[in-house]
C-alpha cells in the first residue's frame, strides 16, 4: 500500500536530493549520525529504505535532550564520536531547558526540572565532546519565547538557563554556538530589538556565533536571509551570522502554521555554500519525516510518520 502512495514521484524526489546533495558540497563537513527514528522507520517500511538512504547521506543534527535517557545519550554521543572524522564538526541540538516548548506544550517534559539537573545534562554533553570540533544548536524556540510579548520564556527562567548553557558550551574552544529565534521575532524593527537585546545580554556569558533561524519551520531561504540582515541591523553589526533550517522549506509557507504542515517539500541539503552573506550554513535540523505534534492527524512529537517523510519527498 505504502508503495502505491509513494510512487514513482517519491523515486524522483530522491534522485533529486542525491542531485542536490551532489551539487552544494559543504567547505566544512558537518556530521552527525543517522537519526533514531530513521533507523526504526528502514525496518518498519521497508519500501522506504531507498529514500530515507538518500536522506542519510546528509548531516541530519542529532538531537541531544532531555527527552531520551542518560543512556540513550551516550550511546548517541558515543556512535557521534567514533563516526564522525576528527577534521569534520559534529551538529548537535541541545534541547533540554526546564519548561522547555513553553507555548505549544507538544515536546514538554523530560528529565531536566530545574536549573541544577539542566547542568548535570549539560555536563553530560561537553564532559563527552570535550574539545572537539562541534556546531551547537542552542534550544529551539527558546529566545522567541523569551523575547515576546507575553511570552512564556521569561516567567519559565529562560534567560538565566540560557546563559547557563551558553557558559557550558562555549568551555570547547573549538564549539560554535547559535542560539535558536523564532523567524516571527525578526519580522519587524520593534521586536527584532527585543532579540537583540536579549542576545547581547545572553552573548555575555560566553562565545556566541549567531542565531538559527526557521528551526522545524518552512520559511524560504530568501525569507530567512532577510530575516538575518533585520537580526544583523537590529545588533548594529554583521559580526553575528545566521543558519537557516531547510529540512522542510522547499515550498516555503504561505501562512504562520507550523505544525505539521501538509504542503512542506524538503529543502536544499545541508551545506555552508549558501550563497549568500550573512547564512552560514543550511542545516536539516529537524530530521525529515518526524512530527510536531498531534496535529493534521500527526503522531506524538519527535515520532516518525510514513506519511510525513512522503508528502515531504512528493511534494519537491
Given at each position: 500500500?505504502?508503495?502505491?502512495?509513494?510512487?514513482?514521484?517519491?523515486?524522483?524526489?530522491?534522485?533529486?536530493?542525491?542531485?542536490?546533495?551532489?551539487?552544494?558540497?559543504?567547505?566544512?563537513?558537518?556530521?552527525?549520525?543517522?537519526?533514531?527514528?530513521?533507523?526504526?522507520?528502514?525496518?518498519?517500511?521497508?519500501?522506504?529504505?531507498?529514500?530515507?538512504?538518500?536522506?542519510?547521506?546528509?548531516?541530519?543534527?542529532?538531537?541531544?535532550?532531555d527527552r531520551s535517557t542518560t543512556e540513550e545519550r551516550a550511546g548517541l554521543l558515543s556512535r557521534m564520536l567514533s563516526?564522525?572524522?576528527?577534521?569534520?564538526?559534529?551538529?548537535?541540538?541541545?534541547?533540554?531547558?526546564?519548561?522547555?516548548?513553553?507555548?505549544?506544550?507538544?515536546?514538554?517534559?523530560?528529565?531536566?526540572?530545574?536549573?541544577?539537573?539542566?547542568?548535570?545534562?549539560?555536563?553530560?554533553?561537553?564532559?563527552?565532546?570535550?574539545?572537539?570540533?562541534?556546531?551547537?544548536?542552542?534550544?529551539?524556540?527558546?529566545?522567541?519565547?523569551?523575547?515576546?510579548?507575553?511570552?512564556?520564556?521569561?516567567?519559565?527562567?529562560?534567560?538565566?538557563?540560557?546563559?547557563?548553557?551558553?557558559?557550558?558550551?562555549?568551555?570547547?574552544?573549538?564549539?560554535?554556538?547559535?542560539?535558536?529565534?523564532?523567524?516571527?521575532?525578526?519580522?519587524?524593527?520593534?521586536?527584532?530589538?527585543?532579540?537583540?537585546?536579549?542576545?547581547?545580554?545572553?552573548?555575555?556569558s560566553g562565545r556566541v556565533k549567531g542565531i538559527t533561524i526557521n528551526t522545524s519551520n518552512y520559511r524560504s531561504n530568501?525569507?530567512?536571509?532577510?530575516?538575518?540582515?533585520?537580526?544583523?541591523?537590529?545588533?548594529?553589526?554583521?559580526?553575528?551570522?545566521?543558519?537557516?533550517?531547510?529540512?522542510?522549506?522547499?515550498?516555503?509557507?504561505?501562512?504562520?502554521?507550523?505544525?505539521?504542515?501538509?504542503?512542506?517539500?524538503?529543502?536544499?541539503?545541508?551545506?555552508?555554500?549558501?550563497?549568500?552573506?550573512?547564512l552560514d550554513y543550511f542545516m536539516w535540523i529537524k530530521p525529515p519525516g518526524e512530527s510536531d505534534g498531534n496535529c493534521?492527524?500527526?503522531?506524538?512529537?519527535?515520532?516518525?510518520?510514513?506519511?510525513?517523510?512522503?508528502?515531504?519527498?512528493?511534494?519537491?
Amino acid at each position: 500500500m505504502l508503495g502505491n502512495i509513494l510512487g514513482s514521484r517519491l523515486v524522483t524526489a530522491a534522485v533529486s536530493c542525491a542531485a542536490l546533495a551532489l551539487s552544494s558540497a559543504s567547505a566544512e563537513e558537518l556530521c552527525s549520525v543517522v537519526a533514531y527514528s530513521f533507523t526504526v522507520a528502514k525496518s518498519t517500511y521497508p519500501d522506504l529504505s531507498t529514500a530515507l538512504g538518500t536522506l542519510e547521506n546528509n548531516a541530519i543534527a542529532s538531537w541531544f535532550t532531555d527527552r531520551s535517557t542518560t543512556e540513550e545519550r551516550a550511546g548517541l554521543l558515543s556512535r557521534m564520536l567514533s563516526q564522525c572524522p576528527e577534521s569534520s564538526r559534529l551538529s548537535i541540538v541541545v534541547y533540554g531547558i526546564p519548561q522547555k516548548d513553553c507555548a505549544g506544550g507538544f515536546s514538554t517534559g523530560g528529565s531536566v526540572t530545574d536549573t541544577n539537573s539542566y547542568k548535570t545534562f549539560l555536563k553530560q554533553l561537553t564532559d563527552t565532546i570535550g574539545d572537539r570540533k562541534v556546531l551547537y544548536v542552542v534550544e529551539p524556540d527558546a529566545v522567541g519565547l523569551l523575547t515576546q510579548d507575553n511570552g512564556c520564556g521569561a516567567a519559565a527562567g529562560y534567560l538565566e538557563n540560557l546563559k547557563v548553557a551558553v557558559a557550558a558550551l562555549s568551555v570547547n574552544p573549538n564549539a560554535e554556538l547559535y542560539l535558536d529565534v523564532g523567524y516571527w521575532m525578526l519580522a519587524y524593527p520593534n521586536s527584532a530589538a527585543k532579540v537583540a537585546n536579549a542576545m547581547t545580554d545572553i552573548g555575555n556569558s560566553g562565545r556566541v556565533k549567531g542565531i538559527t533561524i526557521n528551526t522545524s519551520n518552512y520559511r524560504s531561504n530568501d525569507e530567512c536571509a532577510g530575516y538575518c540582515t533585520n537580526f544583523q541591523n537590529a545588533m548594529g553589526s554583521t559580526a553575528m551570522t545566521c543558519i537557516v533550517d531547510t529540512s522542510r522549506n522547499y515550498n516555503g509557507s504561505p501562512t504562520n502554521d507550523w505544525c505539521n504542515i501538509p504542503t512542506a517539500g524538503i529543502g536544499k541539503p545541508p551545506t555552508s555554500n549558501t550563497g549568500y552573506s550573512n547564512l552560514d550554513y543550511f542545516m536539516w535540523i529537524k530530521p525529515p519525516g518526524e512530527s510536531d505534534g498531534n496535529c493534521w492527524g500527526g503522531p506524538a512529537a519527535g515520532s516518525w510518520g510514513c506519511q510525513r517523510l512522503a508528502r515531504l519527498l512528493a511534494l519537491l
